[in-house]
């Protein structure tokens, strides 16, 4: 399984931006996609998952209610919509699949295969 994310940019604190990671490759009919991110002299930290198969979403209490995460099954590709993005938003997103999972994975560990990142910069 390949992954590649892409999106990321620097963006005012308030403003919006939408990541994107494609799937490609080996696929199993049930699986979840997640994303993760990484601020600099940080841990990595779970963001948000979805169940593929069937849509049902999984959110850190840190981002509920501004972050979205969906998916398209025609292009294989998992979105995560950023609102309302602050300061402390900054940081490298990945994004990852856990190709035996139920759609509420949060570890890192749990998670078999990793995009590359893609960097969000939040301005105050």
């Known amino acids: 399984v390949q992954l590649q994310a892409s999106g990321g940019g620097l963006v005012q604190a308030g403003g919006s931006l939408k990541l994107s990671c494609a799937a490609s490759?080996?696929?199993?009919?049930?699986?979840?996609m997640g994303w993760f991110r990484q601020a600099p002299g940080k841990g990595r930290e779970f963001v948000a998952a979805i169940n593929w198969r069937v849509g049902t979403t999984y959110y850190a209490d840190s981002v509920t209610g501004r972050f979205t995460i969906s998916r398209d099954n025609a292009k294989t590709t998992v979105y995560l919509q950023m609102n309302s993005l602050i300061p402390e938003d900054t940081a490298v997103y990945y994004c990852?699949?856990?190709?035996?999972?139920?759609?509420?994975?949060?570890?890192?560990?749990?998670?078999?295969?990793w995009g590359q990142g893609t960097q969000v910069t939040v301005s105050s």
């Open positions: 990852a699949a856990d190709l035996m999972g139920s759609g509420k994975e949060a570890f890192i560990s749990e998670y078999d295969y």
């Open positions: 490759g080996r696929t199993f009919s049930r699986y979840t």
